[in-house]
T-cell receptor
Framework: GQSLEQPSEVTAVEGAIVQINCTYQ??????LSWYQQHDGGAPTFLSY????GLEETGRFSSFLSRSDSYGYLLLQELQMKDSASYFC??????????FGKGTRLHILP | EAQVTQNPRYLITVTGKKLTVTCSQN?????MSWYRQDPGLGLRQIYY???????DKGDVPEGYKVSRKEKRNFPLILESPSPNQTSLYFC????????????FGSGTRLTVV
């Protein structure tokens, strides 16, 4: 079967660094994406990893290890506006894009 | 402005009354998809389309139909809605070379009573 596992909730302090992990099981893996969703809004695309390693986009970075079927999203210099839900998603060989259940990030002042 | 437009934003209907949720994108994207979002279950793919006249089932296709007669439009049809289809629905599109980078519509909150 296909599945993605990510923590349901994570709490961090403003200005700190937080890592949201995602492990996946899928047939024919192409890549791992990350999306952000604020309450009442639509998901927005953050990053994509097809190859092993770290991709950096401003305060956000995403990492992938294909051999471990594992990835993470790293958020640095946390701001209150980063309070949101974060979803990992895999693109598989059937051209399906499967989402995890999401991680709600709480940021404390 | 590049966008995916869904209508309506909110809809309350009765069991068994056929309805259509429209989705249109202006980015010339080949890949379009419908998802439903329920608390604790994340986003689950209903149907997707790689291009005109090409559609495939996602993980939860039962009770839904789609069509892709034009590249820009991808309507979601509920022939006989039931209360378990009460949900938040999102349409999304992406270029074929980059189906990992979706642009989502604003969502449709459907309530079936």
């Amino acid at each position: 079967g296909q599945s993605l596992e990510q923590p349901s909730e994570v709490t961090a302090v403003e200005g700190a660094i937080v890592q949201i992990n995602c492990t996946y099981q899928t047939s024919g893996f192409y890549g791992l994406s990350w999306y952000q969703q604020h309450d009442g809004g639509a998901p927005t695309f953050l990053s994509y990893n097809a190859l092993d390693g770290l991709e950096e986009t401003g305060r956000f970075s995403s990492f992938l290890s294909r051999s471990d079927s594992y990835g993470y999203l790293l958020l640095q210099e946390l701001q209150m506006k980063d309070s949101a839900s974060y979803f990992c998603a895999v693109w598989n060989r059937d051209d399906k894009i499967i989402f995890g259940k999401g991680t709600r990030l709480h940021i404390l002042p | 402005e590049a966008q995916v437009t869904q209508n309506p934003r909110y809809l309350i209907t009765v069991t068994g009354k056929k309805l259509t949720v429209t989705c249109s994108q202006n980015m010339n994207h080949e890949y379009m998809s419908w998802y439903r979002q329920d608390p604790g279950l994340g986003l689950r793919q209903i149907y997707y389309s790689m291009n005109v006249e090409v559609t495939d089932k996602g993980d939860v296709p039962e009770g839904y139909k789609v069509s892709r007669k034009e590249k820009r439009n991808f309507p979601l049809i509920l022939e006989s809605p039931s209360p378990n289809q009460t949900s938040l629905y999102f349409c999304a599109s992406a270029g074929t070379g980059t189906p990992y980078g979706y642009t989502f519509g604003s969502g449709t909150r459907l309530t079936v009573v």
